[in-house]
């Protein structure tokens, strides 16, 4: 029912954009009267039309994914976190039917052809999934393994890999980390070798979010013994192929229902035609990748930590200590009100870091700065929170205790906060040089 629906809002969404666009005589409606004539709400104190990023059109993408969160997801989070994994083909086929997984994504391979500001809002809304894991899973498919794809691939490859990936036929993972190499991307030792009109490749990707249940990789590979930036490649490899193997599911202090595998390449024959653009540029293509995934990251977790905020303030108003509400010790709702704030100043920079991007600036620099700050203000807001939940914080019961251990993660993956700090210094030109 949520799934049709879905469906049905984007569907009149994509098609009246296009409307939109190209008849803007007088007496055309306005897309914000098609989608939708009743209010729209949002979790950010703005109403639409003063928006910095956001219009009516947004608000009712959101809305619409909203209702499948609830339907579709959120009933089953409690199951699929205790058995350590979640059904991705089934989930990707409800978002991907609804217009969900590629709302940036070219049309001409099933995407709404809308701009990054849209992914953001998507992201910020996924952000209601009651953990970490399942709209990680999702990023990935989305904004972490597809984006260099969609821009460099040839159109056969995007017929291939990103049209399935986004209508939510195939689940994709991307495969940059490895046991040797993490924060230093250049340093991987996976290798490609050229023979004839095929790649044989050889070696093993680590920490591959998905890896277990995809049906393709994005894969970071070396292709010459040349200079590290310029010797990479990304490669799109089906998983099913001989030589392919899952060494093993990852058990992870949290992010419990994404599946996180170590895998294997022996001896793997791709053909050449599976490269992404062109040879030697899997370095660049794959640090323009991580802007995108950086606020992807950050837009999910902004909701997630409005939402812990929320429920500690729910929870401590109840709650009686000494005679009165935990939430009436001053301690605790200036701490709430102090975190808040940081979530609003946050927010502030990533919708600015959008705002730029989607005008085509690099915001290499913001994103890492957001993405820092994310990791960190995840920390204190999910430490904090607990805190103020005494032992029910402690229990597995409480969303808290789930954000405490999956948010951990946001300063660790994607790029520590070491490594936004080593980019950000470069910006600053303050970075010794060796
Ligand atoms: C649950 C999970 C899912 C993941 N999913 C994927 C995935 O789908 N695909 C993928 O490719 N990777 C994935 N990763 C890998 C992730 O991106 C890496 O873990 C991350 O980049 C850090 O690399 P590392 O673990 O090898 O840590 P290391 O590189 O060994 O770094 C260890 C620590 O060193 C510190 N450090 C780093 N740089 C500096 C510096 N310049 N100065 C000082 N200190 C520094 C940081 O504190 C860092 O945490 C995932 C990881 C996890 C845990």
């Known amino acids: 029912m949520a799934l049709r629906e879905g469906a049905l809002r984007l569907n009149l969404l994509l098609n009246s954009r296009t409307f939109y666009k190209f008849n803007s005589s007088v007496g055309v409606r306005s897309l914000s009267d098609i989608v939708s004539s009743k209010p729209v709400t949002s979790s950010a104190p703005e109403i639409a039309g003063d928006h ?5 059109e947004h608000f009712a993408l959101k809305e619409s994914l ?12 409690e199951q699929w976190e205790a058995e350590g994994i979640f059904p991705a ?12 997984l590629g709302v940036n994504k070219p049309v001409e391979y099933g995407g709404l052809g809308l701009d990054y500001s849209y992914s953001v809002a998507v992201a910020e809304e996924l952000g209601h999934i009651r953990c970490g894991g399942i709209p990680m899973a999702i990023g990935v498919q989305t904004d972490m393994t597809t984006p260099a794809l969609a ?3 040839s159109a056969e490859l995007k017929q291939e890999f990103l049209l399935p990936s986004i209508m939510g036929d195939k689940v994709a993972c991307l495969g940059v980390s490895e046991v040797g190499a993490g924060s230093d991307v250049s340093s991987i030792m996976t290798k490609a070798v050229r023979k004839g009109d095929e790649y044989v490749i050889n070696g093993g990707k680590m920490w591959t979010t998905n890896g277990t249940q995809a049906d393709w990789i994005c894969l970071l590979v070396n292709t010459s013994d040349g200079p590290p930036h310029r010797n990479k490649s990304l490669i799109c490899v089906p998983m099913n192929l001989p030589g392919v193997q899952i060494a093993r599911k990852i058990e992870k202090l949290g992010m419990w229902s994404s599946d996180t595998a170590e895998v294997f390449f022996d001896d793997v024959h791709v053909p050449c035609k599976n490269i992404i653009g062109q040879e030697g540029m899997g370095f660049t293509y794959q640090m323009l990748q991580f802007q995108e995934e950086r606020l992807w990251a950050v837009a999910n977790i902004l909701t997630m930590m ?19 509400p935990v939430l009436h010790h001053q301690s605790v709702h200036f701490r709430l009100a102090e975190l808040q704030t940081e979530v609003e100043l946050l927010r502030a920079l990533l919708h600015s870091a959008t705002a ?9 620099k913001l994103a890492s700065m957001a993405k820092l ?13 607990l805190q103020f939940w005494g032992g029910m914080g402690f229990t597995s019961d409480v969303l808290v205790s789930r954000f405490y251990r999956d948010s951990r993660l946001m300063s660790i993956g994607g790029g520590a906060d070491e490594v936004m700090l080593g980019i950000i210094c470069k910006y600053m030109d303050t970075l010794p040089k060796n």
């Open 356 to 364: 730029l991007y989607i005008k085509g600036n690099d915001v290499t």
């Open 151 to 153: 821009r460099f691939g």
């Open 66 to 77: 909203r209702k499948i969160i609830d339907q579709e997801i959120n009933p089953h989070v």
């Open 373 to 385: 700050k994310g990791g960190r203000l995840a920390r204190e807001v999910g430490d904090s929170c």
């Open 52 to 56: 910095l990023i956001y219009t009516q």
């Open 306 to 324: 409005e939402n812990i905020i929320q429920e500690t303030i729910q929870y401590t108003r109840q709650r009686k200590i000494f005679k009165r």
């Open 89 to 100: 083909h089934k989930v990707f086929k409800i978002l991907g039917s609804a217009g969900f």
